[in-house]
């Protein structure tokens, strides 16, 4: 099974992951963790071009096909071979995060990103999306706050530089993939504590693995 999960900047959804690879490896699943952009070799180093703040002249363009071009080596070399293998997949981020960050977020076309994405995934889709739900203003903090705790303001910064602005509309990007495809994506709020979010995540994960 693949999941994926999306969300503004600071939404936990890291630690979301986390506890849900430790549920589902006590009941005896086997869980792959990966992300994006970065989750394969040359992914590793598009992701140091994408997130450096060194590199905020990047054009929206150039953006979206680097994007693009981690995802593809992605799901090539890193998710079919987890499902092949019988893993769980377990995605921080995918192709919703292009639509809400270079669609909604830069201004580009929507219907021509999902054209787009489905290109670089091949046919490959999440089974489950949990979309992590939260304002603005407090993810634009916990994101700053973490990037300083953890040494990365310079090294992985250029979005959480962007303005508020913009990521209010990449929010309403999110919300706006979750009203399209209800069936697939599933909206959490964030604003609670981690114990209460991955209670969430864990039912709606459950009821998709049972189903």
Known sequence: MFITFEGIEGTGKSTQIALLKERLEAQGRRVAVTCEPGGSRIGAELRRVLLSLENRDLTPQAELFLYLADRAQ??????????????VVLSDRFADSTVAYQGYGRGMDPELLHQLNEVA?????????????????????????????????SAEGRFEAESLAFHGRVRRGFLDLAARFPERI??????????????????LVEARLHA
């Open 186 to 203: 599933n909206v959490v709020d964030a604003s609670g504590t981690p114990e209460a979010i991955a209670l969430a995540v864990r039912a």
């Open 121 to 153: 995934v091949a046919g490959l889709w999440p089974e489950l999306t949990i979309l992590l739900d939260l304002d603005p203003v407090i993810g634009l903090e916990r994101a700053v706050a973490r990037n300083r705790r953890e040494g990365k303001t």
């Open 74 to 87: 992605h799901v090539a070399q890193v998710v079919r071979p987890a499902l092949a293998s019988g893993a």
